[in-house]
Structure formats: structure tokens, C-alpha cells
């Protein structure tokens, strides 16, 4: 393998997965085992999950793949495209045209909430589509830490741990590694995200805020890509962010403009951070109460226009930390907001998290969001999505005492 082992990963259950193999056509991703002999700069394997409301916007973010796709000399695509209740797709995309290797007539329709099934088409296109580096894209609806992508026909959602778990099986089975992890999809550039693939990738672009129907520009992204193939993974992961940015500002000015590129190796001094300061924060929480508070009124970000986007209770990462240090006159607490603030650039200054310059003076577009609600009902989940922050298997959760801090501020209320 590429990179590290996966010893510190749960891995998925064998038996389970034979026992999905068996259920699935026999045409499906086994029967296309053997791909092109060449092998390319990149491969972009495309994980859309359509099988629900987004299903007409899958064929529009094809179309703009198709688009992109000018010449194939050094980047492969390959797309799992599921689509609303009927049937499932897979997909390569050559400049002249789409090459369906699996299509209505198969009736393939693989549960797409499932992680196995991620793993299984994650394995079968790294072997299949070999390259020097491989980007996933992670397409269809994101609701942050809570979880991705939503099948209708199945009734199932993916948790972040399982597609953790998915992501380091498949690379461990093919002996390759996931370069870039890029979701098209709302609200995943959380710090607890982030955290859980820390792993399994060295990049992650995402969005800190809703991403509007559009989606991502992959007409751009891919011709970036294949005008300079060997440029570095970081730089690249940066310049899709900034092709994010020109493409909602023209489409739909009205959306969150909030795309992020992170180098998920490097965010463990953060999440330290947090610990430390979440520790801090409960030894004198009666008289900080008030200022964490007022921070996090501050920093919240997800409530504007109510619905959906009202159930989430994320803040900014870098706007919470910077508050706190302003207002909480306790060393401890201050050391550990700016150890916070700190973490988002490497020893020698280099960003390790990266949003577009035009919106980074915005209050909630620094990069990263971290879960904090309100009150003690919305944290339990009692809305949209209700999953127990404590209980869902979050590595991040596990190394911190951010969730007991928030257990002492509700307290507090």
C-alpha cells in the first residue's frame, strides 16, 4: 500500500460482504473487473449517489463532466450514478462520449447508503483504472458529521465511520490510496469529518455551508486537470476550491460561497487544540458560561433561511476560537482558542486550511465548522437527522472532551 496501514481502523465484516456480493447482478462492477492496460496521471472515481430528489441534478453534474472531459490521455473518469428508484449506471467518460458499461437493461440497483457498496466500486476502480493518484467524489445530499449520502429505494443513509471504513478496506484490498476526497454534497467540511479520514487521504475539499443544486464545476475541475496533470495534489484541491467560488458566484449568488481545502494529515493539531480548550472551558464553566454562549451565537452559520439548513447547529471553527480568546480572561482558555486559530497553518506558515481569500473575512467562511447547538434538545437530535453525537462512532468524539464540554455548558442553561 501507498501509505499507512489501517490497523487503527474497524474493518468491515467479510462474511457481510460476500453476502452483499452474492445479492448484487452478476453485471454489475465484478464483471468489469479488468479495465484499460493504460495507466494514467489520475483517475476521478465518481460516487453519485441520485437515488433520491438530486437524481435530475446527477445528470446535470454528468454533463458537466462530460464537458470537462477534452482529452483522457492522462485522467480517467469512472462514475456510479444511481438513480431514483429504477436502475443505476456505471459509467467512463471519454472526450467523445459516455461508455456504459452497466445501464437500465441490467437492472442493476445497488444500495447506495450502504458502505460496502462504496467499497466495492472504490476497489473495483482503483484496480481497474490504475493512475498515480485517485480522487473521489462523494455526490448527493451531506448533512456534516451526521452523515452522507441518502437511496430512497433502500431507505438507508451512509454514517461517516462506515464510509471511513469502506474508503481504507478498498485501499487496503487494491493497494492504492485515495489522494483527494472531494464531497460534492452540503456541509462536510467539518473538523470532525475531516478527523475521521485523517487516514485515508492526505485532501479534502468540501463545503462549510449548504452547496446549491449546481453542485461542483467539473467542467473546470477536470480541465484544470488535464491542462496540468502533474501538478501537486494540494494545489490542485486548492484550485478547485477557487473554481467553486467563480462558478456559484455567477450561477446562484445567493448560496454560501463556502468551499475549503484541508490537508486531513495535518488537522490533528486542532483537534488537540479543541481538547484543550474544551477542557479548559469546563473547570470553570459557571463563570464562563455566558462568553461561550455569546461565542457561539456568534460564530453559528447554519440557520439562515430555516428548513433544512436550520437543523444542523454548526459554527465556524476559527470565528468560535476567536471569540473565546477575546473574551474569557483565563490563560488556559486563551492559550488553547489561539492554539486553535494557530492549527490552521503548518510550521512554516503554509495553510493547512484553505477557503477562498474573496469570502475568508466573512465571519463563517474559515475553512471548518464544529458541531455546537444550541440547547440540550437540539444537541440530542430530537430534529432532522437525529443521530447521538456521543454514540455515532466519531473518532473525534472519542479523542476530545468537546462532547462532555457540551454536556457542562447545557448544564449550565
Same mark, same amino acid.
Given at each position: 500500500?501507498?501509505?499507512?496501514?489501517?490497523?487503527?481502523?474497524? =474493518?468491515?465484516?467479510?462474511?457481510?460482504?460476500?453476502?452483499?456480493?452474492?445479492?448484487?447482478?452478476?453485471?454489475?462492477?465484478?464483471?468489469?473487473?479488468?479495465?484499460?492496460?493504460?495507466?494514467?496521471?489520475?483517475?476521478?472515481?465518481?460516487?453519485?449517489?441520485?437515488?433520491?430528489?438530486?437524481?435530475?441534478?446527477?445528470? &446535470?453534474?454528468?454533463?458537466?463532466?462530460?464537458?470537462?472531459?477534452?482529452?483522457?490521455?492522462?485522467?480517467?473518469?469512472?462514475?456510479?450514478?444511481?438513480?431514483?428508484?429504477?436502475?443505476?449506471?456505471?459509467?467512463?467518460?471519454?472526450?467523445?462520449?459516455?461508455?456504459?458499461?452497466?445501464?437500465?437493461?441490467?437492472?442493476?440497483?445497488?444500495?447506495?447508503?450502504?458502505?460496502?457498496? *462504496?467499497?466495492?466500486? *472504490?476497489?473495483?476502480?482503483?484496480?481497474?483504472?490504475?493512475?498515480?493518484?485517485?480522487?473521489?467524489?462523494?455526490?448527493?445530499?451531506?448533512?456534516?458529521?451526521?452523515?452522507?449520502?441518502?437511496?430512497?429505494?433502500?431507505?438507508?443513509?451512509?454514517?461517516?465511520?462506515?464510509?471511513?471504513?469502506?474508503?481504507?478496506?478498498?485501499?487496503?484490498?487494491?493497494?492504492?490510496?485515495?489522494?483527494?476526497?472531494?464531497?460534492?454534497? =452540503?456541509?462536510?467540511?467539518?473538523?470532525?469529518?475531516?478527523?475521521?479520514?485523517?487516514?485515508?487521504?492526505?485532501?479534502?475539499?468540501?463545503?462549510?455551508?449548504?452547496?446549491?443544486?449546481?453542485?461542483?464545476? &467539473?467542467?473546470?475541475?477536470?480541465?484544470?486537470?488535464?491542462?496540468?496533470?502533474?501538478?501537486?495534489?494540494?494545489?490542485?484541491?486548492?484550485?478547485?476550491?477557487?473554481? &467553486?467560488?467563480?462558478?456559484?458566484?455567477?450561477?446562484?449568488?445567493?448560496?454560501?460561497?463556502?468551499?475549503?481545502?484541508?490537508?486531513?494529515?495535518?488537522?490533528?493539531?486542532?483537534?488537540?487544540?479543541?481538547?484543550?480548550?474544551?477542557?479548559?472551558?469546563?473547570?470553570?464553566?459557571?463563570?464562563?458560561?455566558?462568553?461561550?454562549?455569546?461565542?457561539?451565537?456568534?460564530?453559528?452559520?447554519?440557520?439562515?433561511?430555516?428548513?433544512?439548513?436550520?437543523?444542523?447547529?454548526?459554527?465556524?471553527?476559527?470565528?468560535?476560537?476567536?471569540?473565546?480568546?477575546?473574551?474569557?480572561?483565563?490563560?488556559?482558555?486563551?492559550?488553547?482558542?489561539?492554539?486553535?486559530?494557530?492549527?490552521?497553518?503548518?510550521?512554516?506558515?503554509?495553510?493547512?486550511?484553505?477557503?477562498?481569500?474573496?469570502?475568508?473575512?466573512?465571519?463563517?467562511?474559515?475553512?471548518?465548522? *464544529?458541531?455546537?447547538?444550541?440547547?440540550?434538545?437540539?444537541?440530542?437530535?430530537?430534529?432532522?437527522?437525529?443521530?447521538?453525537?456521543?454514540?455515532?462512532?466519531?473518532?473525534?468524539?472519542?479523542?476530545?472532551?468537546?462532547?462532555?464540554?457540551?454536556?457542562?455548558?447545557?448544564?449550565?442553561?
Amino acid at each position: 500500500m501507498q501509505k499507512m496501514a489501517h490497523e487503527t481502523l474497524k =474493518c468491515l465484516v467479510v462474511a457481510g460482504l460476500m453476502i452483499l456480493s452474492a445479492a448484487l447482478p452478476r453485471v454489475g462492477m465484478a464483471a468489469y473487473h479488468v479495465g484499460p492496460d493504460e495507466s494514467k496521471v489520475w483517475t476521478y472515481l465518481v460516487y453519485m449517489a441520485g437515488d433520491n430528489n438530486l437524481d435530475y441534478w446527477g445528470s &446535470y453534474s454528468l454533463d458537466l463532466i462530460q464537458q470537462g472531459m477534452t482529452d483522457d490521455s492522462q485522467v480517467h473518469v469512472v462514475v456510479l450514478f444511481d438513480h431514483y428508484q429504477d436502475y443505476a449506471e456505471l459509467i467512463v467518460v471519454h472526450p467523445e462520449g459516455l461508455e456504459v458499461l452497466v445501464g437500465r437493461q441490467d437492472a442493476f440497483e445497488p444500495d447506495m447508503g450502504d458502505p460496502e457498496t *462504496l467499497q466495492r466500486f *472504490l476497489e473495483w476502480g482503483m484496480e481497474s483504472y490504475d493512475a498515480d493518484h485517485f480522487a473521489l467524489v462523494l455526490w448527493d445530499h451531506g448533512g456534516g458529521w451526521k452523515n452522507f449520502a441518502t437511496d430512497d429505494d433502500n431507505g438507508s443513509r451512509m454514517m461517516i465511520d462506515g464510509m471511513v471504513q469502506a474508503i481504507a478496506m478498498a485501499e487496503d484490498q487494491a493497494e492504492r490510496w485515495v489522494d483527494l476526497v472531494v464531497f460534492d454534497a =452540503c456541509l462536510m467540511a467539518m473538523i470532525e469529518v475531516a478527523y475521521e479520514l485523517r487516514e485515508v487521504t492526505d485532501y479534502l475539499v468540501a463545503s462549510t455551508h449548504t452547496v446549491d443544486s449546481d453542485g461542483f464545476p &467539473y467542467h473546470t475541475m477536470l480541465q484544470e486537470l488535464i491542462d496540468d496533470p502533474g501538478q501537486t495534489t494540494w494545489e490542485y484541491a486548492k484550485l478547485i476550491v477557487d473554481r &467553486y467560488y467563480d462558478f456559484v458566484e455567477r450561477t446562484n449568488a445567493h448560496a454560501g460561497l463556502a468551499g475549503s481545502a484541508i490537508r486531513v494529515a495535518e488537522v490533528e493539531p486542532i483537534v488537540l487544540a479543541i481538547d484543550a480548550l474544551a477542557e479548559a472551558l469546563m473547570a470553570d464553566m459557571s463563570s464562563h458560561h455566558g462568553s461561550v454562549a455569546a461565542a457561539r451565537a456568534i460564530a453559528e452559520h447554519q440557520t439562515w433561511g430555516g428548513g433544512a439548513a436550520g437543523w444542523f447547529w454548526y459554527m465556524d471553527l476559527w470565528t468560535f476560537a476567536d471569540e473565546i480568546a477575546g473574551r474569557i480572561d483565563d490563560d488556559a482558555v486563551f492559550d488553547a482558542a489561539r492554539a486553535i486559530q494557530e492549527g490552521y497553518a503548518d510550521r512554516s506558515g503554509e495553510a493547512i486550511v484553505y477557503a477562498h481569500p474573496g469570502k475568508t473575512l466573512e465571519r463563517f467562511m474559515h475553512g471548518l465548522t *464544529l458541531h455546537f447547538p444550541p440547547s440540550r434538545a437540539r444537541h440530542e437530535g430530537t430534529g432532522y437527522l437525529g443521530q447521538d453525537y456521543e454514540e455515532v462512532g466519531l473518532d473525534f468524539t472519542r479523542d476530545t472532551a468537546w462532547d462532555e464540554m457540551l454536556q457542562e455548558f447545557y448544564r449550565g442553561q
